[in-house]
């Protein structure tokens, strides 16, 4: 019944754009028709080209006015300064570029939009032109190159050193854990294999063999030392994911058969950041929806929703099943003195195996 | 058989025989035939894309809630009208596989480089059409086979077109990674036989088949970025094959390519020693080439079409060469910029940051080579030129973007989140597929022997233009925010609760853009058998497929197949009356070539 529907409703469509074509071309009478582009055609389209433009402008400046309180605010880690910059900087030449070069093409488009008569300019190479326009974006380019690759080789060398917190993110479908390195400061060996011991309490895999691993500490929710570089060691149990901390510029792929590391330092603890203006207007504006929002599931008999408070985040970032989308943890950063006494309150592997 | 570039005289016909329905327009070995075959079934697996597109596009915008149409095209796996996360992922997957290989791979390089080929380089037809017949016709089976994959009963594949195992290996971790993958791989399969059969010949035809006269530097420039296409596509899709050959052991024979250390569904699995990083170097030494497929030929359609259209040569012709040869080469060793998270060291993310940020100059040149060939044109603006232009336009703004994602540090924090999203759709879903609009614009009068509607073609055009920018423009703002892809919600973080808004925009944009690509589905049919019947030279052009005869037969010239005298690109040239010299008209006295 539903196919019969849709195919009337696409075969009506389709008369329809057949009645209006002949009705708008039989109003046409003088002309003939070649389908070809005439003087008319050129012009209409020429004008247009230039609203285009005017449009492309418009969409971007709306974007920006409309959207621009999405985007992340200012970064929680010593390295996401670095990042930020390289970004921005990133974002000023090729918005430089954008402007001019669409705005070439399109007015170039109306300008020259042809006319019975005419004749175009017979301009086939210009050698030193293309001199010019490739060596300016190879110089451009090349600096860029230089400066990414310089924070790029700063942020991914991770140098062990007892100061760092080592912490083993663990990935699985679909949910994440994390384990802490005690007060050794080493992990112990972990692997898929040893899930099964303990009846099913031994939730990384921890080798219960290597004494390094019993003072580790297994936790479900993420707690970090402000200040403190932070060394995250990461594996998966099952799929790839990847464990994703946009607040701190952070990302890397969690692979099962490998360990994965990224590290950084966090400078700013939940707390300061709940305080940043940007974080604030953002958490407003959420809250508005959601009040919103509630109103229409209680009349409907649902729940309302809680007020949202800003949390640092842990998501899944690489397609892992069907929960993907719901794979996270909340991570607070704290300071060392809180961190310390959440510490305590938590078990070692030692005394969950008991 | 005569040599490169030899005289053809009428022994070289090929044999005349009686042709029945079936090998003339079923089993037909005529290029122009084959063209058109795959055109059709080109747009056909292209609405299926699309449609699966809209489908997913309305779970982003209004989540979770009940679609009639979803109980209607999806059964089982939307209970009560709401879509299921499965099929969501399965959805994206077959959308993405979809439209870059059987629309944009074969619907975009199997239709033009068949039609163009023989006709631009004035041969009687491809090198082998025996060969030519056999790839359309696996083409067709692939197609057929990723069809069939959808009615599997746990679903097609689901992890995404890039198919990662263990995801992809392994049943218990998605129902899609059964028989749904497997159906899969074997399309694909098919479709790298079908697509290394085209390319082989398209390159023999080339170096082999030209007229006299047609050094390769009078070739135009539509005929090299089909020449250098397929080279990338045998040098690369051969590894894709090697990584699907490899997954298909791994998930059947017990093998650890690609696997090891794995936990799932309360068992330890045996495999051991094997990596997932191995496949996604595999699967992206043919992914990034792939993209580069894709687009250059529509690159090489537009300098064709902004040439006839402005009246002017392409600004550059050296330079345009030079850089898809440039970016042939460069497109082979910039993979990593897609593993840059891996897990893979990170000095090899140096140097391929290094690579892709190079890759940038050529498409620049190619981008400002372009704008200048409008400058002081007489501007013809047909709906194929609107779309080239449109294909410039989509081409910077979105090739700017990749200067983003190409540095490593900034793919921190863009990997894998809308951004990229944005980027490649803007590239590839609109500027490829503008070239194949403005392809289908420009030659369908040879093709079919009638003219498609213009006003409808300018209604399709700007409709298309404005969502396309409706749609893509504010995705780069949900990436930046920090949302992942292939999330079938955003509703389980009130962090991105502000983000609905911009995707409800985004989906209604891309709904009226859908809507509007009937106009031209109209407009191609109708046009097929009702089109105004067209001229030998509708567009005043220059190259050797105008001279062919209307009708279609096989040899594509009666009698001897012109000698070719100039380039290409011969437009509005002082001392000729005409604003075009085609190229097999020989040099005026005194008359000079132009030395480029």
């Not at chain 1, 990042?83 to 570029?97: E, H, K, R, T």
Request: with cysteine.
């Amino acid at each position: 019944m539903n196919i019969f529907l849709i195919l009337s409703v696409l075969v009506l469509i389709a008369i329809s754009i057949w009645q209006i074509t002949k009705i708008f071309e039989l109003s046409q009478a003088k002309k003939v028709n070649t389908q070809v582009a005439d003087d008319d055609d050129n012009n209409l389209n020429g004008k247009l080209m230039f609203a285009f433009l005017i449009f492309i402008y418009g969409i971007t400046i709306f974007s920006f006015w409309s959207y621009g309180d999405v985007l992340l605010p200012n970064s929680a880690s010593e390295h996401g300064v670095d990042y930020d910059n390289l970004m921005w900087i990133s974002f000023a030449i090729i918005f430089f570029v954008q402007t001019i070069t669409q705005a070439l093409l399109h007015y170039f488009s109306y300008k020259y939009r042809g006319e019975k008569g005419k004749k175009a300019l017979f301009y086939a190479d210009n050698d030193k032109l293309e001199m010019i326009w490739t060596i300016i974006p190879v110089i451009t380019l090349a600096g860029l190159i230089l400066y990414g690759l310089y924070t790029w080789t700063d942020i991914m060398t991770v140098e062990e050193n007892d100061e760092a917190l080592v912490v083993e993110l663990y990935a699985q479908q679909f949910n994440w854990k994390a384990r802490y390195a005690g007060e050794d400061g080493v992990l112990g060996d972990a692997n898929v294999r040893f899930l099964q011991d303990f009846e099913g309490r031994n939730l990384v895999g921890i080798d219960a063999t290597d004494p390094n691993g019993f003072d580790d500490v297994v936790v479900q929710e993420l707690h970090l030392p402000v200040g403190r570089e932070v060394i995250f060691k990461m594996r998966s149990q099952d799929v790839l994911h990847s464990a994703y901390m946009p607040h701190f510029r952070a990302q890397m792929n969690c692979v099962p058969g490998m360990i994965t590391e990224f590290a950084f330092t966090p400078n700013k603890t939940t707390e300061e950041m709940r305080q940043d203006p940007d974080v604030t207007a953002k958490v407003n504006k959420i809250n508005k929806i959601r009040v919103e929002k509630s109103k229409e599931l209680v009349a409907s008999g649902d729940m309302a929703l809680d007020p949202y408070e800003f949390d640092f985040l842990l998501l899944c970032n690489k397609i892992c099943g069907a929960s993907h989308y719901n794979m996270q943890m909340k991570i607070t950063v704290e300071t060392e003195q809180e961190f310390e006494e959440w510490m305590n309150s938590q078990q070692t592997f030692a005394e969950v195996i008991q | 058989m005569s040599t490169a570039a030899a005289v053809h005289t009428e022994e070289d016909h090929g044999h005349h025989h009686k042709e029945t329905f079936v090998t003339k327009y079923i089993f037909s070995q005529d290029h122009k035939m084959i063209s058109k075959q795959y055109l059709i079934t080109g747009l056909f697996m292209g609405i299926i894309g699309i449609a699966m597109s809209l489908l997913f596009r309305l779970q982003l915008a209004w989540p979770e809630q009940p679609f009639g149409i979803f109980e209607v095209l999806l059964g089982k796996w939307a209970p009560d009208g709401v879509m299921d996360p499965n099929v969501y992922l399965a959805l994206v997957t077959i959308h993405g596989t979809i439209m870059v290989f059987f629309v944009l791979t074969a619907g975009l390089s199997g239709t033009f480089s068949n039609l163009l080929i023989p006709l631009q380089i004035g041969a009687r037809d491809m090198a082998s059409g025996l060969l030519n017949m056999i790839s359309f016709w696996l083409f067709f089976l692939s197609s057929v086979i990723m069809v069939m994959s959808l009615f599997v009963e746990a679903g097609p594949a689901a992890a995404g077109w890039t198919i990662y195992p263990p995801l992809s290996a392994l049943p218990q971790a998605q129902p899609g990674s059964g028989t749904g993958m497997t159906l899969w791989l074997v399309s694909m399969a098919i479709f790298i036989a079908s697509s290394l059969l085209g390319s082989l010949n398209y390159i023999v035809t080339v170096i082999n088949l030209r007229t006299k006269g047609m050094s390769m530097t009078r070739l135009p420039l539509t005929i090299w970025a089909f020449f250098v296409t397929a080279i990338i596509g045998v040098v690369s899709f051969p590894v894709l094959l090697s990584a699907a050959l490899l997954l298909i052991m791994d998930r059947s024979f017990g093998t650890s390519f690609f696997l090891s250390d794995i936990f799932i569904q309360g068992e330890v699995l045996h495999y051991q020693g094997g990596s997932p990083v191995l496949y996604e170097h595999l699967f992206w030494f043919l992914g990034h080439p792939e993209v580069y497929i894709v687009l250059l030929p529509a690159l090489g359609i537009t300098s064709e079409i902004i040439a006839t259209n402005a009246r002017k040569p392409i600004f550059g012709y050296r330079a345009m060469v030079a850089s898809i040869l440039a970016i042939a080469f460069l497109s082979t060793i910039v993979w990593g910029h897609h593993m840059f998270i891996s897990g893979m060291n990170p000095f090899l993310g140096s140097v391929f940051t290094f690579t892709t940020l190079l890759i940038a100059i050529p498409s620049a040149v190619k981008a400002f080579n372009y704008i200048t060939t409008l400058w002081k044109g007489n501007l013809q603006l047909n709906p194929a030129m609107l779309f080239s232009i449109g294909l410039v336009s989509t081409f910077i703004t979105g090739g700017l973007t990749g200067i983003i994602l190409g540095d490593s540090t900034l793919d921190i924090n863009v990997h894998d989140t809308y951004f990229v999203v944005a980027h490649f759709h803007l590239v590839m879903g609109i500027s490829a597929l503008y070239g194949l609009f403005a392809g289908v614009y420009h030659w369908f009068p040879k093709m079919f022997g009638r003219m498609l509607n213009k006003n409808l073609g300018y209604v399709h055009f700007w409709v298309t233009a404005v969502c396309a920018y409706g749609v893509f423009f504010p995705m780069h703002f949900i990436g930046m925010a920090g949302l992942p892809r292939r999330y079938y919600t955003n509703t389980a973080f009130p962090y991105f609760d502000d983000l609905a808004d911009i995707n409800v925009l985004i989906t209604v944009f891309a709904l009226i853009a859908g809507a509007a690509q009937i106009v031209f589905l109209y407009n191609f049919i109708h046009s097929m058998f009702y089109g105004k019947k067209t001229v030998q030279n509708p567009w005043r052009s220059n190259t050797l497929e105008w001279t062919a005869p209307i009708e279609h037969f096989h040899g594509n010239w009666e009698g001897e197949i012109p000698y070719v005298h100039r380039w290409a690109y011969d437009y509005s040239k002082p001392g000729h009356e005409e604003d075009f010299v085609p190229q097999h008209i020989p040099l005026k006295k005194g008359e000079e070539e132009l030395q480029h």
